[in-house]
């Protein structure tokens, strides 16, 4: 399949090449386009035959459900069963914006958009170019991140280009993305508001309005049995080709494990990615070193990760040694990619 890639400027958007993205998605075809989270391969997600094609493109397991993405409130009416009083309170308060709520689902939302699950995600995005072809093609868009399954999510056009040129008919080009990690799912289906998936809006905000928010206990933790509520969540993610530690404790400490890490990997002659901070970058004499971006700016760090782990990926590393951050506000988030990042291969120092 031959793709087409075109650049569209968020602040001018050019209606001729947004007709023909519609046109796509009108005829059941995938077209890829920027969220202000990260990339999204999007389909008609009331279309079945087109939703299948997602998962064919990705390689994606059919039992991870996906997200629908609307322009309105109003759009939403159609697919759930009811809007709970304290969805509503969200809407309003977070969209558009980086988080997905789950909702009962009303009868016209195909199975293979939900993968069976009697609740339906849902998220209107902030990004203008996504708003404007969601309502452009006057249907709700099916849209997981635009990654090959398992590789990280894609931030840049050139991300998606890698992992998906030759099987999407589109790719629109609006540069960089925002905020650099997914959306935040919170389960808002049952009585007790649960975030199953942390990102771009953080359990502090959510704590402002839903003052007994829950956090899937899952989050944190890979295997021993633990299954997440979230079938996306038990899938290996976000991997580099090289093998990863992730480093979980005070700075001093950590920067001491990895020093002497790194001096013991390269004595046994392994390659050394060292993905760090602007404070700890000079601290480092060994290995390829890479900063995030500064401590104090967990919005930078976001935006960083995956394209740092994609980065590495094009080195010649064996093994990755990373810095962990504080797991408060966005950090949870961070924390969270890093932790799958490296299959759960988190040391506390
Ligand atoms: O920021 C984002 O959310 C991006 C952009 C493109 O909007 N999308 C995204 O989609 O990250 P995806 O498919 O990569 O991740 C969706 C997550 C998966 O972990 C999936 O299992 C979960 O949401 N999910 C979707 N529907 C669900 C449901 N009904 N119940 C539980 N989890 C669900
Ligand atoms: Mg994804």
């Given at each position: 399949m031959e793709t087409r890639i075109v650049k569209i400027d968020e602040n001018h958007i050019d209606k001729g090449l947004m007709e023909e993205a519609v046109e796509i998605i009108k005829n059941g075809g995938l077209v890829a386009f920027p969220t202000e989270t990260v990339y999204g391969l999007g389909?008609?997600?009331?279309n079945e035959e087109a939703v299948r094609k997602i998962f064919q493109a990705k390689g994606r397991p059919q039992d991870n459900p996906l997200i629908l993405h609307v322009h309105s409130t109003q759009q939403v009416k159609e697919l759930v069963v009811e809007i709970p009083e304290i969805a509503r309170i969200c809407m309003e308060k977070f969209?558009?914006?980086p988080i997905t709520f789950l909702l009962k689902r009303s009868q016209i939302v195909p199975d293979i958009i939900t993968a069976g699950l009697d609740t339906v995600a849902i998220r209107m995005p902030e990004n203008k170019i996504a708003l404007e072809l969601i309502r452009m093609a006057n249907t709700p868009i099916a849209a997981p991140s635009?990654?090959?399954?398992?590789r990280p999510s894609p931030t840049s056009a050139n991300h998606v280009i890698d992992d998906l040129m030759g099987k999407v008919h589109m790719i629109i080009d609006g540069g960089k993305t925002g905020v650099g990690l997914e959306s935040t799912v919170l389960d808002l289906s049952g009585d007790l508001p649960m975030i199953l998936r942390p990102g771009g809006v953080t359990k502090e905000e959510l704590s402002q309005i839903i003052p007994n928010i829950a956090i899937d206990s899952s989050i944190m933790r890979e295997g021993e049995g633990i299954v997440p509520?979230?079938?996306?969540?038990k899938y290996r993610h976000y991997a580099p080709k090289a093998e990863m530690i992730v480093y979980n404790g005070e700075i001093h400490s950590i920067v001491e494990a990895i020093r002497d890490n790194t001096k013991r990997y390269k004595e046994i002659g392994k390659s050394v990615g060292i993905i760090c901070t602007d404070e700890t970058?000079?601290?480092?004499?060994?290995?390829?070193i890479i900063s995030m971006g500064s401590r104090k700016n967990k919005e930078t760090i976001a935006r960083n990760l995956f394209n740092i782990l994609r980065t590495l990926d094009g080195k010649e590393i064996d093994i990755i040694l990373a810095e962990g951050v504080e797991l408060s506000d966005l950090g949870i988030a961070i924390m969270n990619r890093m932790m799958k990042a490296a299959s759960g291969n988190v040391i506390d120092v």
């Open positions: 389909a008609n997600g009331l969209w558009p914006g635009a990654n090959i399954s398992g509520k979230s079938p996306g969540q970058k000079g601290l480092y004499t060994h290995g390829y």
